[in-house]
């Protein structure tokens, strides 16, 4: 008889210049069993240096750091470790600061007043290649003048802000996966974004609800 595989644990560092912050999360998130810590650092550049001799599934940074920020080091992962999904977990109320890191690249925010819970759920969601959106950055974005989007391109840009992938959108819009794929190249050049995530968001800016259309 095969013994049942195992699953190895989502692998995970922890960026944050506030000692407490970083000890706790660490301590916490290391109670999950699916989840491995792998680095505490506390800034950037220290958590660039260890990353490349240890890379890690998911990093959980904070935005405002020193030496390197948390948009800096996104920018750095993107580039050179492409497979390491980050997200931002920070306190401030600045959607400016947010959003900046998520165009380097940052798969989702998390605010640091959520539950513990809710931070692993989103690391478990991050690495399974979905956007995470907090509710709070969502509910206060200002929504921007948006161009003329057909039908298709609404609904498309609202399954994508939901984080389904290309097939499960496919199968809702009735599309096949490559043309979803064209659609999501066309809104991403339109939109002037590089990633699922910031389509989220803009999604989010312009009110595109989960029927695909948008609220008033």
Known sequence: ????????????????DDLIVRTLVSDL????SDLAIVGVHADGRDAWEALQRRPADVVVADISMPNLDGAQLTALLREHQPTTRVLAFTSLADEQSVSS?????ASGVVYKAAPVSSLADAIRATHAGLSVLSPRFSNRLVRPEAPALSETEQAVLALVSQGLT????????HLTADGVKYHIAGLSRRLNVTNRTMLAVVAVEMGI????????
């Open 209 to 216: 609800t989960a029927s695909g259309r948008r609220q008033p």
């Open 166 to 173: 290309n097939d499960q959108i496919a199968r809702r819009v």
């Open 101 to 105: 890191m998520l165009r380097a690249g």
């Open 1 to 16: 008889m095969t013994a049942p595989k195992t699953v190895a644990p989502i692998t995970v560092a922890v960026v944050d």
């Open 29 to 32: 998130l290391s109670q999950h």
